[in-house]
Structures are given as C-alpha cells and as structure tokens.
C-alpha cells in the first residue's frame, strides 16, 4: 500500500487516500482552530465541564489557576484543586487554589458552581512551584456565561433528591423528576 509522504501539501478540496483516509485541508483546519474561542464551558444539571487552549507557547507555564466569575455582581473566586507538584506531600482528599496547585492540562470540572450565571477564565502560572506568578498576558478571556440548572426542558428535571440541598423526608435515591411538584 502506498502512503503519500506529503501531508504539508495543500489542497482545496478533500482528497481520498489510500486505505479510504480522507486529506485535509489543513490551512482550512488551522484557520479554524484560530477562529475557536479560547475557552469555553459546558454544563449539565450539576456541573461545568471548562476547556482551554493558547494559541502560543507559555514560556515557564507550571499550569492553570482556574478563575469562576459571578455575571451579576462581578464576584470572582478560585477553584481548587486536589492534583499537586509531583513530590509534593498532602493527606488524600487535599485540597489547595488552582493558584497554588496550578491545573496542568487544558480542562477540568467545577463540580461546585453556584446556580446562577458565571463565567470562567484560565490564567497560565509561571514561575517556582512555591512562588508562582500569574502570566496575564497570556490569560484566556472569560468563557461565555453559562448556568447550571436542574431543568432539562420538556417538563423534565434533574432535581436533587440527595446530598446537599436534597428535600427532606426522602429516600437517597438520584433521579429525574417532573418540573412540575405537587
């Protein structure tokens, strides 16, 4: 079987390749990766799932400090961690600000947002693991607001039913329930 040895190649169109790999573009592909935002956030009924990038190298980035900002009243707040500098000591379930144990890759979950409209931004740090500096520069901007909510839509809803913040008197059991309560 032959390979083409020319993946550099331009082209205008998507070529079939041998095997049936398709070639592309990948001045389309690249130009498309720039026009991404540089960070965004998903949610679901009680999360946010946060991913980044950086369009340039970080020079001395020992990772993320992972700010959530309140949209109404500006409010900003940290979030933590519980993944450390390797060698670093600290009883299971520790947990420390992203500004203190920098996230090192390009996502993670807030597993704790409030139930209001937030936003998040991701500033790279720099510097010694027990002095670190944040590099705003090279910060992204702040995500699109997003809100977590237990409403599914079409009448459906993941209400709490345990844990924190669950109705008293029931059973614990996680389940989706109607919007509507009697």
Known sequence: MSVHA???????????????????DFDRALAHYREMPQIRAYV??????????SNALIPGCRGFAL???????RA?????????????????????????????????SDYDPPRE????????????KDALVEDAGHSTGWSEPVTVTADAGDGISARRLCGPGAPTGR??????????RS
């Not at 082209?11 to 070639?23: A, I, L, Q, T, V």
């Not at 933590?80 to 390009?106: H, K, L, M, N, Y």
């Open 171 to 180: 059973s614990p059991v996680c389940a989706l329930s109607p919007t509507t």
């Open 67 to 73: 700010k959530r900002e309140l949209t109404g009243s």
């Open 6 to 24: 020319a993946p550099y190649r331009r082209h205008s169109r998507r070529d079939k390749r041998p095997g049936g790999m398709e070639r592309v």
């Open 117 to 128: 409209e937030v936003s998040y931004q991701a500033v790279p740090l720099t510097g010694d």
């Open 76 to 108: 900003e707040t940290i979030l933590d961690t519980w993944v450390g500098f390797a060698g670093d000591t600290a009883p299971p379930g520790t947990r420390r600000p992203s500004t203190e144990w920098p996230i090192q890759r390009f996502l993670w």
């Open 44 to 53: 679901d009924s009680d999360h946010v799932f946060i991913a980044w990038k």
